[in-house]
């Protein structure tokens, strides 16, 4: 082997890691874990999240926690536009702090996705926050009105 491909050999290894490199970094930031509530309470339980190993664990990972919004927590302070809420599953409740535009359709009962991360603090800090429209989703009953 000679002087000349050996260096063409190194080049190009030095340039496919760095491809390979630059990939995964722009990709890794698109890369959101999806749970419910309960799902994530008891993966991360409450009492666990301020242990070093689930506060790295949790805090460095986007999130998109869905659940319902429970009754009578909503507070909106809409100087500083912020919203906090909690977020509940069937068994679990997460405080959740999002700031920016409520969603028009936001409200107490209803099903969204809160896109964040974990504070330290125990407090889920959202950025985006999505509500669904379920009459988009449930079949309209129509009356045949040419019937018996």
Do not use: H
């Amino acid at each position: 082997m000679n002087r000349k491909t050996a260096k063409t050999g190194i080049a190009i290894i030095i340039i496919g890691a760095a491809v390979v490199y630059l990939l995964y970094e722009t990709t890794k930031s698109s890369w959101i874990y999806y749970c419910t509530v309960d799902e994530f309470v008891e993966k991360y339980p409450q009492n666990t999240l301020q242990t070093p190993e689930n506060s790295a664990k949790i805090n460095n990972c986007a999130i998109r926690l869905a659940g319902r919004v429970k009754d009578g927590s909503i507070i909106n302070n809409t100087e500083n536009s912020q919203l906090d809420f909690i977020l509940a599953g069937q068994k679990n409740l997460v405080p959740v702090r999002y700031y920016g535009a409520v969603p028009n359709n936001f409200a107490a009962g209803k099903e969204i996705i809160a896109e964040g991360k974990m504070g330290a603090d125990g407090i889920f800090r959202a950025n985006i926050v999505l509500t669904r429209c379920e009459s988009k989703y449930k079949a309209k009953l129509y009356q045949n009105k040419s019937g018996p």
